[in-house]
């Protein structure tokens, strides 16, 4: 295929679910025990990833929870508020809402980079549209393909979440490429999909399955 048969000049990424892997609740709890030397055993894990859980379902953690990562502040009050909810102590509440900004605790597929980099190679632009409520260019920093990626747009920085189209204007607003020759690549098919709101063809991606959804516009 040349330059000029592809029906695509730029794809956007989500981060998380599409780029990492996000942990379990359990993967993250027995970390943040760990480094806080707090004694644990897998069954204890699993009941505090439960309490959480449960927690998370309250009325003022969900309504909370629609504002989450428009900022620091606003994700470090819905995690403490969860935390409370969940019974769960001060220090121990601190160091689990520390650990969603931790990059470090988010695993990076193995495909990655090279796809980043052969995307940048084929003159293909590249955005992230993210609902995260950090930076996120120090993490494409330290896998060495941040110059790879033409442009941001994260929900802190935006002052939106998806499906709102405020991320995806945000995210054209960053590279040259229009609307009808973007494609919206993600894990989840309600925010991600959002992007069709302006034109812009997304495919949803699982374990299990692909799901390609055109714009109403039809590329247009």
């Given at each position: ?139 494409f920093a330290s896998l ?42 993600g894990d989840n098919p ?6 069709a709101a302006v034109g ?21």
């Amino acid at each position: 295929m040349t330059v000029t048969d592809r029906q695509f000049d730029a794809v956007l990424f989500d981060w998380c679910g599409t780029l990492v892997e996000y942990p379990t609740r359990e993967q993250r709890f027995a970390r943040v025990l760990e480094r806080l030397g707090r004694p644990h055993d897998p069954q204890s894990v699993v009941e505090l990833a439960r309490a959480f859980a449960t927690a998370e379902q309250h009325p003022d953690a969900i309504e909370s929870d629609r504002h989450c990562d428009l900022s620091a502040s606003n994700h470090e009050e819905t995690k403490l508020l969860v935390c409370k909810l969940a019974g769960i102590d001060d220090e121990l509440a601190a160091a689990i809402e520390q650990s969603y900004g931790d990059l470090t605790t988010y695993r990076t597929y193995p495909e990655v980079v090279d796809v980043i980099m052969t995307l940048h190679r084929h003159d293909i632009e590249i955005a992230i549209v993210s609902d995260f409520h950090l930076d996120l260019r120090p993490y494409f920093a330290s896998l060495g393909i941040l110059d790879c990626i033409s442009g941001f747009a994260i929900s802190y920085e935006v002052g939106a979440v998806k499906p709102d189209r405020r991320m995806f204007d945000a995210a054209l607003n960053t590279i040259t490429s229009p609307a009808h020759r973007c494609l919206m690549v993600g894990d989840n098919p309600g925010p991600d999909t959002g992007a069709a709101a302006v034109g812009i063809m997304s495919v949803a991606m699982s374990k299990s399955s692909l799901v390609a959804r055109k714009s109403p516009r039809g590329g247009e």
